[in-house]
C-alpha cells in the first residue's frame, strides 16, 4: 500500500471526485490501485462484509495499515527535523506544516513557528527570530 496510508486515500478520493464515482464504484475499482497485502486484505473484508461502504472501508485500510507507532514516529520526526543543504525554506516550512497538521490537523500556527524555527539553522533562525514569529503566511509567501 505504500508508507502513506492516509496519503494514498485522499489521492484515491481526489480521482473519485475528479472522476465523480459513486461510493460503489470507488469500492468497484479500489482493487485496481491496491497491490500485496492490501489487495488480499481488501478482498477479506469485501468477503466478510460484501455491504461495506466507502467510509467503512477506509477506516479498515487506515486501521489495518497505519503503523501503531506512527503518531510517535511523526513527533520525533518533526522535533529532529532540519533544513537540509539542498532544500530550499519554502520546501522546508511546506514540509514542517505538513508533519505539524498529520500529527494535529488543528495545531496552531504560533505551534507550527516554533517547530519550524527550532529546525533553522542559526544565522537564518538569528535573522528572523526578532520578527513576528506567531503567522506561518504573511502577505502571500512564507515568513
Known amino acids: 500500500m505504500g508508507e502513506d ?3 494514498f486515500i485522499e489521492d484515491f478520493d481526489l480521482a473519485a471526485l475528479i472522476n465523480n464515482w459513486s461510493e460503489i464504484e470507488k469500492i468497484t475499482l479500489l482493487p485496481l490501485y491496491l497491490k500485496d497485502s492490501a489487495s488480499i486484505f481488501f478482498k477479506l473484508i469485501k ?4 455491504n461495506i461502504n466507502w467510509e467503512q472501508t ?15 514516529l511523526l513527533r520525533i520526526q518533526l522535533n529532529q527535523r ?45 535573522k528572523i527570530e ?14
Open 82 to 126: 532540519k533544513l537540509m543543504d539542498n532544500e530550499n525554506l519554502n520546501e522546508f516550512i511546506i514540509n514542517m506544516m505538513e508533519l505539524c497538521y498529520k500529527i494535529n490537523p488543528n495545531m496552531v500556527e504560533e505551534e507550527i513557528c516554533e517547530k519550524i524555527m527550532v529546525g533553522l539553522p542559526d544565522e537564518i533562525y538569528n
Open 47 to 50: 468477503t466478510k462484509t460484501p
Open 5 to 7: 496510508v492516509d496519503a
Open 58 to 72: 477506509k477506516q479498515q485500510i487506515k486501521e489495518k495499515f497505519t503503523n501503531i507507532g506512527n503518531d510517535k
Open 130 to 143: 526578532i520578527l513576528d514569529n506567531t503567522k506561518v503566511v504573511g502577505k502571500g509567501r512564507y515568513w
